[in-house]
């Protein structure tokens, strides 16, 4: 059986490998991609959650809830940092408010806002193209599907994966928010692996993100798989953490592997 190694960020050379039984996908950026500039869907978003508060009787204003010039999701992602728990938009939102004078908001309040976001900010998600026929085609050659994504809010991705009618090719959706733990930390790596009751070296893992997807698969054993198409390629000798092999679309991704 014949698996793919890197030469070039442009070409692909055979290598011998042990068979695979598992893969599983990042989500963002890799099954699906933002078409429009987030700044103005940032604000318009923040629009559709503070009138959510406003609706409910609580006197929230823009500017002295997300700041001179960020949003909400602006201010989340700029303290989010880099570590290995998941902090989410609704424990972010409940400090904000709380910070703001806004004591013992409902969790149905502050959820039903977030809501009202997500409902924005879905709408920059497209599916890729070669998304579901590469889906399909790795389920008819007998390969169990499953997606690992680094996310602020749990619903949201779910309510992403249903709109796009993905869920039936994946045994398990883990998410950050769901689990408290970041990729590239081994546990949330370990949760799809338990899921499946396989060892690392069965599992293909395949996303955009070098320090997320790629590390936290090497740092496992897992075999990786860059997705580049969405990616701001760095020179070539210049990557810090190597993937072990590179393409640009999933549709590439049967052709490396044991079909």
Not at 212 to 229: E, F, H, K, P, V
């Amino acid at each position: 059986m014949a698996l793919f190694r890197i030469a070039s960020y442009n070409s692909i050379i055979m290598d011998t490998a042990s068979p695979f039984n598992i893969i599983l996908f990042d989500f963002g950026s890799t099954l699906i991609y933002s078409k429009d500039p987030w700044p103005p869907i940032y604000e318009q978003a923040d629009r559709a959650l503070v009138q959510v508060f406003q609706q409910a009787g609580v006197p929230l204003k823009i500017k002295a809830f997300s700041g001179e010039v960020e949003t909400f999701l602006d201010s989340y992602y700029a303290k989010r940092g880099t570590g290995p728990i998941e902090k989410t938009t609704f424990s972010a939102l409940q400090e904000l408010l709380q910070q703001q004078g806004f004591q013992d908001n409902p969790a149905s309040m502050v959820r039903a806002a977030l809501d009202a976001m997500y409902s924005i900010t879905q709408q920059n998600w497209y599916l890729e193209t070669d998304a579901i026929p590469t889906l399909k085609t790795l389920r008819e050659h007998g390969y169990r599907l499953g997606m690992i994504s680094n996310t602020s809010d749990d619903k949201n991705v779910q309510q992403l994966v249903d709109r796009w009618q993905l869920r039936p090719f994946f045994e398990t959706i883990v998410t950050s928010a769901g689990c408290g733990f970041r990729k590239p930390d081994e546990r949330i790596f370990r949760l799809a692996l338990d899921h499946f009751g396989v060892p690392p070296e069965q599992v293909v893992m395949v996303g955009d993100s070098l320090e997320a997807d790629i590390l936290g698969a090497n740092q496992m054993g897992i075999y990786s798989i860059w997705i580049t198409r969405r990616v701001c390629l760095p020179e070539e000798g210049d990557l810090t953490i190597q993937p072990q092999a590179v393409i640009p679309t999933l549709d590439l991704i049967p052709g490396c592997l044991p079909i």
